[in-house]
């Protein structure tokens, strides 16, 4: 479902064109994310989740939407979490050494980054941060992912503006929907998948209702 992202492949092209940095993650420009964030309206309707791993994602919120109208047997669900900053730095630390043993740039020294890719560092960083928030989301919620495309992840504010006025260390707030499915062994466990289960048979109900109306 979320792949990581492969961070070098575009960065260590011999090249000086900033376009070989464009990024993978499946994302839509629909607002600004800037020092103070702006993000995307909630949707309407939907089922607010409990988390079952409660020292996982602190703060975030997951809802169940209904049935996917694409996929067949899976849900929609919508969350809203924050990438760490402490994680995000430590990724972009983690991006810059490694690409510094590979790094060869016309005009600049073997290993030496150029000042105008440090931005695409950030960016990469934030990206590999978001996904693994939403890995991290599956276990927090007791769900599980589809395979491949059916599965990817929409980020609905633009990270490429996130970067923008980026200050180091600080947590990036965002939303996102996917697709998935509730692990019955994980819910189970946590013995509230029956629960859940019927709120969102409940809410389709209603909402079927309203339309009838």
């Given at each position: 479902m979320m792949k990581s992202i492969t961070l070098l492949t575009a960065l260590l092209a011999a090249s000086s064109s900033v376009s070989?940095?464009?990024p993978t993650l499946h994302s839509r420009t629909t607002t600004s994310l800037r020092m103070a964030v702006e993000l995307v309206p909630e949707p309407d309707g939907g089922v607010e989740l409990t988390k079952i791993s409660t020292d996982v994602l602190p703060g975030s919120r997951m809802k169940?939407?209904?049935?996917?109208?694409?996929?067949?047997g899976a849900q929609e669900f919508w969350l809203s979490a924050k990438a760490d900053g402490a994680a995000?730095?430590?990724l972009r630390t983690k991006?810059?050494?490694e690409s510094s043993k590979k790094a060869n740039?016309?005009?600049?020294?073997?290993?030496?980054?150029?000042p105008w890719a440090m931005p695409k560092m950030v960016l990469f960083a934030i990206q590999e941060a978001v996904i693994k928030t939403c890995e991290a989301s599956l276990?927090?919620?007791?769900?599980?992912?589809?395979?491949?495309?059916?599965?990817?992840?929409?980020v609905n504010e633009d990270m490429q503006e996130a970067c923008k006025g980026y200050k180091a260390g600080s947590d990036i707030e965002f939303t996102a929907t996917y697709r998935g499915n509730f692990d019955d062994?994980?819910?189970s466990a946590a013995g509230i998948v029956d629960e859940?289960?019927?709120d969102v048979v409940d809410a389709e109900v209603v909402d079927a209702e309203i339309v009838a109306e």
């Open positions: 070989a940095f464009a169940c939407m209904g049935d996917s109208e694409k996929i067949e995000i730095k430590k991006i810059e050494k740039f016309p005009g600049f020294r073997k290993g030496q980054i150029p276990e927090a919620y007791g769900l599980s992912s589809l395979e491949g495309a059916d599965g990817e992840v929409t062994v994980a819910m859940v289960m019927g």
